[in-house]
C-alpha cells in the first residue's frame, strides 16, 4: 500500500488549495478514505472522510463549509479541496486508509496558512 500526498504550499488566509493523495497497492474503489491533519504540539485529527463509491462524507466541525473531501476511483485519488483558509489550518495533512484494521498513511504535505 502506498499514499503520496502533494498539493501542499504556503497561503494567505482567505485563499485556497486543493491537496491530493495517489494511491496504489489495494484496490482503491473498495475503501474509504480520510484525510488527517496534525499541526506542531497537537495530536493528529481527523479532517474528512469519504466512502469508497463517495456518496457520503463527513467532516470535522472545524471545516464544515470551507473544506469539500471527493475521489475519482478511476484515478485512484483522493482529494481535498480547501477554501477560505485560516492560520489554524496550518498543520501537515496526511491521507490515511484502513484495510483489515491496519492504518496505512502517506508522507504528509505541509499547509502553511499565513500573511
Known amino acids: 500500500v502506498q499514499l503520496v500526498e502533494s498539493g501542499g504550499a504556503l497561503v494567505q488566509p482567505g485563499g485556497s488549495l486543493r491537496l491530493s493523495c495517489a494511491a496504489s497497492?489495494?484496490?482503491?474503489?473498495?475503501?474509504?478514505l480520510k484525510w488527517y491533519r496534525q499541526a506542531p504540539g497537537k495530536e493528529r485529527e481527523l479532517v474528512a472522510g469519504?466512502?469508497?463509491?463517495?456518496?457520503?462524507?463527513n467532516y470535522a466541525d472545524s471545516v464544515k463549509g470551507r473544506f469539500t473531501i471527493s475521489r475519482d476511483n478511476a484515478k485512484n485519488t483522493v482529494y481535498l479541496q480547501m477554501n477560505s483558509l485560516k492560520p489554524e489550518d496550518t498543520a501537515v495533512y496526511y491521507c490515511?486508509?484502513?484495510?483489515?484494521?491496519?492504518?496505512?498513511w502517506g508522507q504528509g504535505t505541509q499547509v502553511t496558512v499565513s500573511s
Open positions: 490515511n486508509v484502513v484495510i483489515w484494521g491496519r492504518y496505512y
Open positions: 497497492g489495494f484496490t482503491f474503489s473498495s475503501y474509504g
Open positions: 469519504i466512502t469508497s463509491g463517495g456518496s457520503s462524507r
